[in-house]
């Protein structure tokens, strides 16, 4: 089974700052890996796709990149409504495996 | 606007049986995988289920797997997930979420969450 490593598991930084969120696989995934965030009480909402692509109306301040086995999340700029839980999730047709998320407070 | 309107959560012994269903719009749903996704509050988000759009290819996690049973209506565009010998470990918000093509649950829309509580 494919493991995905997220880290770290919180982080604390200030409006403004850049703030970058890893994920490791345990094996080469290609670029089948998104990003989600998570506000408290709501579903997960799609931000990135396929490692690198921005969904349609997600602001430009969030950024993916990576392939295989190591990906990166990036906040450029971190604003006061990015306060959230992000997740990756590795996705292989109908089998799925979650990173195990990293809280981001303001 | 794709939505799905999910329902059937409550409260149940430990032992029993629930049917969650999501009912899915704005959609083409017999071309979409589905997946059934879990959380306890509180914590990370895991893989439950997966099923092609037309339903003859299925995945569970081992946790769940000889006790559930993941299923599409396409005529009624609802997805389902049947849980029989439910345990405390179950309790959790599911969610059921759309992929981009037939046999990728990629995820790109959620429901809303319903509440599971397996309890004595």
């Known amino acids: 089974d494919i493991q995905m490593t997220q880290s770290p598991s919180s982080l604390s930084a200030s409006v403004g700052d850049r703030v970058t969120i890893t994920c490791q696989a345990s094996q080469d995934v290609r670029d089948y890996l998104n990003w989600y965030q998570q506000k408290s009480g709501k579903a997960p909402n799609l931000l990135i796709y396929d490692a690198s692509n921005l969904k349609t109306g997600v602001p430009s301040r969030f950024s993916g990149s990576g392939s295989g086995t190591h990906f990166t999340f990036t906040i450029s700029s971190l604003q006061p409504e990015d306060a959230a839980t992000y997740y990756c999730l590795h996705y292989d047709n109908l089998v799925l495996t979650f990173g195990g998320g990293t809280k981001v407070e303001i | 606007e794709v939505q799905m309107l999910q329902s059937g959560g409550g409260f149940v012994q430990p032992g029993g049986s629930l049917r969650l269903a999501c009912a899915a719009s704005?959609?083409?749903?017999?071309?979409?995988?589905m997946a059934w996704v879990r959380q306890v509050p509180g914590q990370g988000l895991e893989w439950v289920s997966g099923i092609s759009g037309g339903g003859i290819n299925v995945y569970y996690a081992d946790s769940v797997k000889g006790r559930f049973t993941i299923s599409r209506d396409n005529s009624k565009n609802t997805l389902f997930l049947e849980m029989k010998s439910l345990r405390a470990d179950d309790t959790a918000i599911y969610f059921c979420a759309k992929g981009t093509t037939t046999v990728t649950a990629d995820l790109d829309s959620w429901g809303q969450g319903t509440l599971v509580t397996v309890s004595s």
């Open positions: 704005g959609l083409s749903f017999s071309t979409s995988a």
